[in-house]
Structure formats: C-alpha cells, structure tokens
Nanobody, 123 residues
C-alpha cells in the first residue's frame, strides 16, 4: 500500500524551529518530486517548497524564503522540511505530496498525499 506519513509537527514558540519528515512506504521516492503544502484554517492550501526527482528545489510561498529548506534522503525514502524562525502565520496543517519527476505549484496534480501534521506557532 502506497503511503506518505508526515511527522514532526507540534507547538513551538515564535522564532523557534521544527523539522518535518515525510516518510514513504510501499514505493520508492526515486523518480518522484515531493512538495510540501500547508493549509491554515479558513485559507486555501498553498505550496511551501518542492524538490524534484533530481534534487532541484522550487520555492512556493514567498513568506518562507530564507527560513524553510527542503531536502531528500532517497536512501531513507524520506523528505524533510526544515523550518526556522517560525512565525505565528506559519501555523497550519502541513502536508507532503508526490508526483512524477517535476515540481508544480498546482496541488491538484499531485498523485499521493500524506495525512498532514499540525504546526502551531504561538507564545
């Protein structure tokens, strides 16, 4: 069974850091682009960052530039989202999703999604 499982979310104070993980099972991430998306209450889902099958990184939300980074560990079949200098407006459910080869900002064309992990930034 193909599955993506996010982990690493939680409650953090403004200025803090979290590292989210997206672990794949039932298939290998080789050949897939992996995107991180987020959705805050009452808002549309937005792309955060994406990494292609060849390791090219694509920025999503301007608000995370310089603070979030994405990396992949193909051997471990896991993708990471390192989030630094977190702000209250980063509060959202974070999802990872995969599609073949190339990144896209269009969430609808991703093939598989994880269940999401909650990130709450609050003092």
């Amino acid at each position: 069974q193909l599955q993506l499982v996010e982990s690493g979310g939680g409650l953090v104070q403004p200025g803090g850091s979290l590292r989210l993980s997206c672990a794949a099972s039932g298939f290998t991430l080789d050949g897939y682009a992996i995107g991180w998306f987020r959705q805050a209450p009452g808002k549309e889902r937005e792309g955060v960052l994406c990494i292609s099958s060849r390791g090219s990184r694509t920025n999503g939300a301007d608000s995370v530039k310089g603070r979030f980074t994405i990396s992949r560990d193909n051997a471990g079949n896991t993708v990471y989202l390192q989030m630094n200098s977190l702000k209250p407006e980063d509060t959202a459910v974070y999802y990872c999703a995969v599609r073949r080869y190339y990144c896209s900002g269009d969430a609808q064309i991703y093939d598989y999604w994880g269940q999401g992990t909650q990130v709450t930034v609050s003092s």
